[in-house]
Each structure stands twice: as structure tokens, then as C-alpha cells.
T-cell receptor
Framework: EPEVTQTPSHQVTQMGQEVILRCVPI?????FYWYRQILGQKVEFLVS????????KSEIFDDQFSVERPDGSNFTLKIRSTKLEDSAMYFC????????????FGDGTRLSIL | DAKTTQPNSMESNEEEPVHLPCNHS???????IHWYRQLPSQGPEYVIH???SNVNNRMASLAIAEDRKSSTLILHRATLRDAAVYYC????????????FGQGTTLQVKP
């Protein structure tokens, strides 16, 4: 069964550094999402992406965050200048046709900011 | 975004059926009911979704009340691997498909 894959599984970064989290969505999917989960807390929506542009973003997704689909397969989340509070699990998800269709999640990248 | 209410936790015995309830009294006519689960140290996993009629798939069944103000996820025969947090989430045609996760129901399965 096709899967969403995320790399790396664990990223350790110094505060203030830039970090890029990578995702390979399922190949025929058109809608892409990033979520995060701080340890012990709820999964939180960050951003949705369709047709090469952001379709919706949450209040968490401020100017420090950006997303890109640089080629036909990768979907990346960049945090420009990391803060301690960015430490979390980051999940990528994709769906075939958006809105009311199932989303398939990756296993996440654990981001640790020192 | 329409809200859902779930019990914080439930327990079940292995190989017995489990009924996980969800209340969504403010659901609108075009909202879909989705269930996801999250096993320890993993990403959320899609379980099932429906609009008005009951739905069955290889993982579970979804029973939707006639007035759609509540629904029940049914695991027909719980296994230890079903121990997870189960989330009931509504999605609307008017948004971009984002999922708003609540606290969910933590299901414990006893051997």
C-alpha cells in the first residue's frame, strides 16, 4: 500500500538555525498538509497546500514557516529561525482529492531544538 | 468548525467488540464524520468516514444516528494493536480539508 514518507525521522537543531523537513506524499495525491504535535498535546493543523499554493494556514504558521513543492514528488516545511517552542513532532499528510477525503499521514519527524 | 465530544478514555477486553461514541450536536448538513486513530509514537491513521449512512470497511464500522448528532465507531473484535487514541472529526466542504483534532478517546485493550 502506498505510504507518505518523511525524512529525517529525528532532527536536532540549535535555536535560531533553519530547518527543512521533507515529505514524499502518495504519488497521485493532490492535497498536502502539515500538522504538528507538541509532546503530550493535541495534533495541530499548520497548513494545507493545493495546486502549488497555500490554501489555508493556521495562526501557528507565521512568517517563520514556509512550504514548498520543489518538484513532482517532495513537499517541504521550512522553519527559518527555530525557537525552543518549535520542538514537536511534525506530520505530513496527503489526500487524493481534499476536503472530505481521507488523509494519509507519515510517521513524522521529531524536531528537537536545543 | 463544528465540534465533537468524546469520552476521555475507555477500556475493552481483547477479542470483544468496542463501541466508541462521539457527539456532534452542531453538525451541519454537509459535514462529514471522520475517525482517525493514533497509535503510540506514530502518526494519525485514517479509520473510516461517512456522511449519513452507516459505513463498513476492513478496520471498523461507523454507525451514524438518524439526526446525525452523534455517531459510534465500532471495532468488532478488539486486539491489543487497537490500543490507541481515537479521534472523531468533522470536515466541511467549505474548508480546505484541514483536520481539527480534539483530545480524542484513549482506548485501552486488556488481554
Amino acid at each position: 500500500e502506498p505510504e507518505v514518507t518523511q525524512t529525517p525521522s529525528h532532527q536536532v537543531t540549535q535555536m535560531g538555525q533553519e530547518v527543512i523537513l521533507r515529505c514524499v506524499p502518495i504519488s497521485n495525491h493532490l492535497y498536502f498538509y502539515w500538522y504538528r504535535q507538541i509532546l503530550g498535546q493535541k495534533v495541530e493543523f499548520l497548513v494545507s497546500f493545493y495546486n502549488n499554493e497555500i490554501s489555508e494556514k493556521s495562526e501557528i504558521f507565521d512568517d517563520q514557516f514556509s512550504v514548498e513543492r520543489p518538484d513532482g514528488s517532495n513537499f517541504t516545511l521550512k522553519i527559518r529561525s527555530t525557537k525552543l517552542e518549535d520542538s514537536a513532532m511534525y506530520f505530513c499528510a496527503s489526500s487524493e482529492s481534499g476536503r472530505n477525503q481521507p488523509q494519509h499521514f507519515g510517521d513524522g519527524t521529531r524536531l528537537s531544538i536545543l | 468548525d463544528a465540534k465533537t465530544t468524546q469520552p476521555n478514555s475507555m477500556e475493552s477486553n481483547e477479542e470483544e467488540p468496542v463501541h466508541l461514541p462521539c457527539n456532534h450536536s452542531t453538525i451541519s448538513g454537509t459535514d462529514y464524520i471522520h475517525w482517525y486513530r493514533q497509535l503510540p509514537s506514530q502518526g494519525p491513521e485514517y479509520v473510516i468516514h461517512g456522511l449519513t449512512s452507516n459505513v463498513n470497511n476492513r478496520m471498523a464500522s461507523l454507525a451514524i444516528a438518524e439526526d446525525r448528532k452523534s455517531s459510534t465507531l465500532i471495532l468488532h473484535r478488539a486486539t491489543l494493536r487497537d490500543a490507541a487514541v481515537y479521534y472523531c472529526i468533522l470536515t466541511s466542504s467549505s474548508n480546505t480539508g484541514k483536520l481539527i483534532f480534539g483530545q480524542g478517546t484513549t482506548l485501552q485493550v486488556k488481554p
